[in-house]
């Protein structure tokens, strides 16, 4: 809400704006600190995948775009895209499908989170906390739900990517006029 400065996009912005605008999306979509893991887990596929860094111009978006994949795939009463216009009031609906959209093919359409990738990435974050004299909250994964993890990221993937085969279909009678062409997306 506060005033955004004219050099805004030549700066990094520090820790305390990132968990601000981060604890604001969890606050009003009331997520899970697990899915905060599975947010993590999909921030650094999309680096590896897509060879892309984050800079000042783009955070925000990469960083909601993998907010908005892990809330889907993690908790049971998944938020949509509306919603979260609504948390953010200069995105609009279309916007954030493609946001949505771009992700998936960044990531590969690979959602699916094993329990190991879980537990790694909640024992790192333990570590980290305590290296820092932070306290960490967030009990263990149990059994039950690493394997509803499992499940629900294992369908959540078969889903987007029967989704991305109907659209490809659905976009060849267009592509066939210029020819196929395909190029990473830029979250900016």
Known sequence: REEV??????????????????????????????????????????????????????????????????????????????????????????????????FLELLQFNINVPASVYAKYYFDLRSLADDNNLSFLLEPLSKERAQKLEAISRLCEDKYKDLSKAAMRRSFSADNLVGIRRSNAILS
């Open 5 to 102: 400065p004219d050099d805004y996009y030549k700066h990094d912005p520090d820790h305390k704006h990132i968990y601000r605008f981060v604890r604001t999306l969890f606050s009003a979509a009331q997520l899970t600190a697990e899915c905060a893991i599975v947010t993590l887990v999909y921030l650094e596929r999309l680096l590896t995948y897509a060879e892309i860094d984050i800079c000042p111009s783009n955070w925000k978006r990469i960083v909601l775009g993998a907010i908005l994949l892990a809330s889907k795939v993690w908790d049971d009463q998944a938020v949509w895209n509306v919603d979260y216009c609504q948390i953010l009031k200069d995105i609009s609906v279309e916007d954030m499908n493609e946001m949505e959209r771009h």
